[in-house]
């Protein structure tokens, strides 16, 4: 069966570190997998989208991996702040046509001072 | 622009009763979806639009109606209300020719008792 899956188990980290996130897959050939912040009582919010074809994707002090062999993305957060706090999901499309997501069940990151 | 706005922000339903969702965006997208989000559980799509006129059913569409009249908006019905439809619902849309991120709206919450 389809599964995408990332650790349900909150992350908790001192400020300063690097917090590093894993979304594995299970029978999906994503083009693309995307990553999104959800903080409590908001909808998620956009934060990087990386092809198949690229191994590795930057955006400020955010870094994310794509390893189709493994079938897993890794999402890292470098110099992590408080405000980094949040609930983080994964997610690839369900097949090829108009994009429509399945999405991770989010892991949870409390960075503290 | 305002970007994706849900009313009502809140709601209780007594079990059997109908209500609209509603879901508006600014930003001339022609993809729109509708997603309930259970704790522990993710996103999941109830249906989608890919223009005005145009829906279909998502991976879990019974219990809930949608309508596509305009560009703009993409009410979510609930007839006859069942307590398994507490959940928060998310309105989200994408332009089709861009980025394939998916913007969305701050949820509404509902209650069915």
């Known amino acids: 069966s389809q599964k995408i899956e990332q650790n349900s188990e909150a992350l908790n980290i001192q400020e300063g570190k690097t917090a590093t996130l894993t979304c594995n897959y299970t029978?999906?050939?994503?083009?693309?997998l995307q990553w999104y912040r959800q903080d409590p009582g908001r909808g998620p919010v956009f934060l990087l989208l990386?092809?198949?074809?690229?191994k590795e994707k930057r955006k400020e002090r955010l870094k994310v991996t794509f390893d189709t062999t493994l079938k897993q993305s890794l999402f890292h957060i470098t110099a992590s702040q408080p405000a980094d706090s949040a609930t983080y999901l994964c997610?690839?499309?369900?097949?090829?046509?108009?994009?429509?997501?399945?999405f991770g069940t989010g892991t949870r990151l409390l960075v503290s001072p | 622009n305002a970007g994706v706005t849900q009313t009502p922000k809140f709601r209780i339903l007594k079990i059997g009763q109908s209500m609209t969702l509603q879901c508006t965006q600014d930003?001339?997208?022609?993809?729109m979806y509708w997603y309930r989000q259970d704790p522990g559980m993710g996103l999941k799509l109830i249906y989608y639009?890919?223009?005005?006129?145009?829906?279909d059913k998502g991976e879990v569409p019974n219990g809930y109606n949608v309508s596509r009249s305009t560009t703009e908006d993409f009410p979510l019905r609930l007839e006859l209300a069942a307590p398994s439809q507490t959940s928060v619902y998310f309105c989200?849309?994408?332009?089709?020719?861009?980025?394939?991120?998916?913007?969305f709206g701050p949820g509404t919450r509902l209650t069915v008792t």
């Open positions: 930003m001339n997208h022609n993809y």
């Open positions: 029978n999906y050939s994503p083009a693309y």
């Open positions: 639009s890919v223009g005005a006129g145009i829906t």
């Open positions: 997610a690839l499309p369900r097949d090829t046509g108009f994009q429509k997501l399945v």
């Open positions: 989200a849309s994408i332009y089709s020719g861009g980025s394939y991120e998916q913007y």
């Open positions: 990386i092809r198949e074809n690229e």
